[in-house]
């Protein structure tokens, strides 16, 4: 699966996207425990971001597996 960072999540993980491939789909709770392991400051912002699943908003039921794009999405703000 490819996993996307924007803006402060890219400053927080140093890229912009990464390949994961678990051995089988991973519910959200899954999916933040290993992108933790590898990048320990996103959880500083795992409260405010949201996921995308192939460009759609996640669920908190929602399945990831390694056909997948996720994007993590910060909160964004504008005027």
């Known amino acids: ?23 089988s789909s991973l519910n959200s709770e899954q999916f933040w425990a290993e992108l933790l ?9 795992r ?12 669920a908190s039921d929602t399945l990831f597996s390694n056909d997948d794009e996720v994007a993590l999405i910060p909160p964004v703000s504008g005027g």
């Open 47 to 58: 409260a405010q971001v949201r996921l995308s699943r192939n460009w759609e908003y996640a």
């Open 37 to 45: 392991k590898q990048f320990p400051a996103l959880a500083a912002h």
């Open 1 to 23: 699966m490819r996993v996307l960072f924007f803006a402060q999540l890219k400053d927080a993980t140093g890229c912009d996207s990464i390949e994961l491939a678990p051995p």
